[in-house]
Every structure is written in C-alpha cells, then in structure tokens.
C-alpha cells in the first residue's frame, strides 16, 4: 500500500476510553497470568490503532498545513492525548500491583516494568493542569521562532532560511545574516525570556507535586535514564571538557588556517573552506536515487527496507508551499512501516536526511520485524540516536554518490562536526541543569551562566560584538531547550558511541555492520548500557572512553588534513586559473 493509499480514521476517544475503562477492570479480576497477558495484548492493539491514525493525521498536517480538515483533526487529537495518556496511566498501575507480576515479567520482560515503574513516579492528575500550560507555553515559542520574517537579500526569511548565507564564502554575507538573526531576537528578547521563566517555573512545580526536589529529577524520571544518574552524566561532562575540548581547539585552529584567517569568529564558524561548504551534487530526485543505490549494496536487511521506503512512497522530502518547516522520522506501526519528512534546501543537511533520519527509520523496520512487544521496540533516545549517528558514518563509503568531488570535503566537515558537537551538547546540559537547580535565576543571571559555560566548553568562541550571541542570549534558538529539556546529552552519549562504530568500520566494515546491526535489532529490550555491553561497545562514561574516542577521530583528521593539502596542491598546479586566490589559500595553510 501507498503512503497515499493509506485510509485516515478519527479515534473514537469515548469509546476507546470506555475500551481501557472495561479491560482494566477485566485486568483486575483476572484469575491468571495468561488471562492478564491477552488483555494487555487487546490493549496493545487499540494502542495500535490509535498511534497509526494520530500519526497519519500529523504528517499529513505537517505535508500541508493549509489542509483545513487535517489541521482541525490535529486539534482534536491534541486535545484528546492526555485523556488518552491518563486512562493508559490508570491500566499501567494495574499492571504494576498484579499479584500475577513474576509470570507476566517473564512474558513482557523485567525492563518493561521498571520502565513503567518510573513513568507512573513522572505523572500524577494532580499535574494535568501544569502539563496543559506547559504545552501552551510550547506551542507559544514555537509560533515567535516561527514568527520570524528577516528581510534578507532582498526575500523575508525565516530563520532556517538564512543557515545557508551562514554559510556563505563571503565574510560580510555571514556576519549579515548573523546580524539580522541577532535582531529578531533582541526585538523579541522579552518574550524569549519570559517564556522560558514561565516554563522553568511550570516545570519545576510539577517535579515538587510529584515529590521531586527539582526538575532534575523529573526530567531523568521522564527520559526513563534506566541505567545512569545525573552524576554519571556530569563525569561525562567533565571529561568531554578535559579530552575532546583541546582537540576541538586545534580543529577550529585548523579550519582557521584554512580560512587564511588568523582570528576565526563566531561569523565564520559555519565555514568550513575557503571555496564553500561541500554541498550535494545532483537534483533531489537523482539524491533520493542515490540513496536507493547505497541501502540496496549496503546489506539485504537494508535493501529490503529501502525498497519498502520507495514502493510504499514513505519519503516526503522536497520543499513545497504549505509544507511544516524541519524534518523528523516516525512511525506507522498499523502499517509496518516508518516515514521521513524534510525539507530539501541543497545543503548537505538533505544527505543527513538520507544517511541519519533513515537510519532512525531501518531501526524502526528492523524492531517492527524482530520484536513483539510494542512498547519494547523503541529504545531510550541515546539508543536511537545512535542508530541514526552512527548510520551517518556506516554509509560512508557511499557518500561520494551524493558529493561527488566534495566527498574529501564532506568527510572532514563531517568528522570535526561530530567532534565539535560533544562540548556544545555537554553546555547545553549543563546550562538546563544550572537553570533548574536555581528557578529563581533571573533571565540575565541566565545568560550570564551560559557566556561563563561558553568559556569551558568553547574557550575559542569569539562572538565579535554581534548583538544577541555576545549578551549571552544564543541559547535561545535552541529549539530543545525549550521544547525537550535534557534531550542533548543523548546526542552526545549517541555520539561517543557512533566514533567508535566508526572506528571499527575503518578497521572492518563488515564485523562493525554486524556489530550494529545486533544492536540494532535489540531495539528497546535492554537498557543503553546493557545493549553497549552486549554488543562490545565501550560505555561513554567508561573512563578513557572519551580520550580514545577523541584521539582516534582526530587522527583521522590529521590524515584527512595531509591528504587534502596534497590533493589541493595537485589542483592548484593543473588549473591555474581564477580560482587562485583561493586555492593558494588552501595550498599554505593546510596543516
Ligand atoms: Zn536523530
């Protein structure tokens, strides 16, 4: 069946939660494990339903939000989730008292108890209200972001759209766009921060009604870290900024000479060589193409599920009037199947498209296959990220199928940004923990912490008196600060563990596709630090584990450097052209 095939049907939430009402009583009087365990499946099924339709019904509001009857139905669904959301919390706590517990462990398995153990300690009704405001709150930052409508080389853009001028060969072209993104934010700066002083306040109520001491806590609780504390996480911290922050100085260092620059600014940080970023080659069409190509040599388990994506029409990628901004991978499960949207803006964020979003979506075919629990195919969000990091790096040996003659390029913007990504995810961390540990900061001490974060994690930062960044205010286009607090260190855990994949690919792709692919296939069955055990990943937070990381990729780097420098110099001899200037550049200073 086709994505456009596929038939949209509104949840009848009063009969479902009638349907949830009558099975928890049944659940309750139930006389035996099995007799439980097929009412949990029943349940399973409803939920199936449900998450099909609501998902069907937000990627065609996303697809077109102009569509009045899916933007209506959207509604709907949203206002109905958390009825829905707290019948399922009244049948999770049944779950949880049944006298039949040890049987029904053995069935669904340990992990899915202990999940559902600190889901019930996340929510109580006594917070139902808190919830709805903090939704609201959301939903108000994203429309101001979204608000923005920059007048920028002669179009209004909103703030993706001026990414690429950020990224332009043309300092003053950088520096300009910066500016104007600074604007919109100064103008708006009370909105930012009230908004964000709402929402440290709502959040930290609802952690101190449930009993929490602080948002922390909560927060951990939600993201159901199973098998690390707050304190692991802050060691984690400690050694990104003893062993990855030097190396990402003399990165920056590197990319400065390459620039010709003696003082790289935070103008020129999204450039990575003189003559432009590496960018795709090729039509939308031909990439997706590509893309096919790559899956189908890759492995069977790939080309399979990369022919599914094709056939059954699950990618939505070009950019269409109408269409929601950014890109996302979800799930159809009533179909099997997931879905990718973005949309495509030339830069070398549509291969990520193909390469990370595509690897969260094969992980989700892989589990949707090999798993019979639902609630057991996704792992916690450090798994999935790397899934999809790690994806990033195991298709590279394809990458010249999108980049063509920039493949050298693309590889070492690729390898430093995943190294350069560790300090700033680890700031973005630390900052939210800062904030909820103090709720009464006001918003100036706010950006105060964050310039001092700044100073740790990016000591070579310079912001060059640009308004907006330099008052220390940056974190505020953060998206996930706002939207999903503590979602970044799941990136950088992600991260840690996708450099050692790849490490092992460049000794032996095959055994590290197979190395992934286990893990891949556990889905959500274990905890993140029992799928890296079993797989023979290092922990993040092992010692030494980030060193060995660090010094690994930058010696990669190092290579990459040298092989440029020769590969430039070949260049510059057989085509003396206009071109010189720049690559004169490039030739002297390549490290
Ligand atoms: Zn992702």
């Not at 063509?404 to 300090?423: D, M, N, R, W």
Request: net charge negative; aromatic share 12%.
């Amino acid at each position: 069946m086709k994505f456009s095939e596929m038939q949209y049907t509104r949840p009848d939430v009063p009969k479902i939660l009638q349907q949830y009402q009558d099975a928890t009583e049944r659940f309750q009087k139930a006389h035996s494990a099995e007799e439980q365990l097929s009412i949990y499946r029943e349940l399973e099924a409803v939920n199936t339903d449900i998450e099909t339709n609501m998902t069907l019904c937000s990627i065609r509001n996303s697809i077109d939000t102009r569509d009045s009857f899916y933007a209506a139905e959207q509604d709907y669904c949203d206002e109905n989730t958390p009825l829905l959301e707290e019948a399922q919390h009244v049948f999770e706590a049944a779950l949880l008292a049944s006298p039949y517990r040890e049987k029904l462990e053995q069935q669904l398995g340990t992990l899915l108890f202990q999940n559902l153990e600190m889901t019930q300690k996340s929510f109580s009704p006594k917070i139902t209200k808190l919830i709805q405001q903090e939704n609201a709150l959301q939903t108000q930052y994203q429309k101001l972001y979204a608000s923005a409508k920059i007048t920028f080389d002669g179009k209004d853009c909103n703030i993706a759209q001026l990414e690429p001028y950020k990224q332009s060969t043309e300092r003053q072209v950088r520096r300009a766009a910066l500016e104007a993104e600074g604007s919109f934010f100064d103008e708006h700066q009370k909105e930012f921060d009230e908004l964000f002083d709402a929402l440290v306040k709502n959040r930290t109520e609802q952690a101190q009604t449930l009993g929490y001491e602080s948002y922390v806590e909560l927060a951990y609780m939600r993201r159901l870290r199973n098998c690390y504390d707050a304190k692991a996480v802050a060691n984690f911290r400690s050694q990104v900024i003893r062993h990855v922050v030097p190396v990402v100085g003399e990165i920056k260092q590197a990319q400065a000479q390459r620039l010709g620059l003696k003082r790289l600014t935070f103008c020129d940080d999204a450039l990575s060589f003189p003559d432009g970023n590496a960018v795709p080659q090729g039509t939308p069409e031909q990439l997706l193409e590509a893309g096919r190509e790559m899956y189908r040599e890759m492995s069977p388990e790939t080309a399979a599920f990369i022919d599914q994506m094709f056939q059954m029409e699950l990618f939505d990628v070009l950019a269409k009037d109408g269409k929601a901004p950014g890109g996302y991978c979800t799930d159809l499960p009533g179909y099997h199947c997931p879905f990718i949207f973005s949309n495509f803006n030339g830069t070398s964020a549509d291969v990520n498209v193909l390469t990370h979003e595509a690897g969260h979506a094969f992980a989700s075919y892989l589990a949707d296959r090999t798993i019979s629990i639902a609630a057991l195919r996704q792992p916690t969000m450090e798994a999935c990220e790397t899934h999809s990091m790690s994806m990033e790096f195991l298709t590279s040996p394809w990458h010249h199928l999108f980049f063509q003659e920039q493949t050298e390029k693309y590889a070492i913007s690729h390898a430093e940004g995943a190294l350069v990504f560790l300090p700033y995810g680890c700031m973005v961390d630390h900052f939210q923990e800062l904030v909820y540990a103090s709720p009464d900061m006001t918003p100036e001490a706010r950006n105060q912490a964050w310039l001092k974060l700044e100073s740790t994690y990016r000591p070579y930062q310079d912001f060059d008196n640009l308004p907006f960044y330099s008052r220390g205010a940056g974190w505020q286009r953060q998206l996930h600060i706002y939207l999903y607090p503590f979602y970044y260190i799941d990136y950088c855990l992600a991260q840690t563990t996708a450099l050692q994949i790849w490490s092992a690919a460049r000794k032996d792709a095959k055994a590290a596709w197979q190395q992934y692919f286990s893990f891949v296939k556990m889905g959500g069955t274990k905890t993140f630090l029992r799928l890296l055990e079993t797989t023979h990943l290092r922990s993040p937070f092992a010692p030494g584990c980030l060193q060995e990381v660090a010094a690994e990729t930058k010696t990669w780097l190092d290579n990459a450097y040298a092989e440029l420098a020769q590969h430039t110099k070949l260049i510059f001899k057989s085509t003396f052209s206009g071109r010189w200037a720049v690559e004169k550049r490039i030739l002297e200073n390549a490290p």
